[in-house]
């Protein structure tokens, strides 16, 4: 289990079939304070996450550089052959559930809204009969 920020938009790999992989990666943070010094220490540890198909569908539509979700998934690492001969490796989180804590888009839409929330009728206890159902306070 995760929650940490996004370090770049999501890459996709599209294969024969249909099927698909999104991989991005995800910095998560450790803040604590060093005792001796009084100074707060963060610490950041990044990790390279897999999605496959419909998720990495939804995944890079919503979800850009920046953004901050909640991941759970299984840790797998894996190596190859490069080119040059040289053999790589690298560990993976692939992804089996997730939440999207925050987005851009709803950031922005945000942002742009808080200039007319103060605008709109906050009074609770009058009710108006001419709202429609979705601008019910609850």
Known sequence: MLIG?????????????????GRFQLATNEVYVNKT????IVSTEWHNLVVRNKAAEICEKYLSKGDKIYVEGRIKSRQWQAEDGSMKHTTEIQVTEFTFLTT???TESNKQNQGSESAKNTNFDAPNKDLPINDLPF
């Open 37 to 40: 010094t009084n100074e707060r």
């Open 104 to 106: 851009k888009k709803e």
């Open 5 to 21: 920020h996004l370090g770049d938009d999501i890459k996709m790999h599209y294969f024969e079939g249909g099927n698909c992989i």
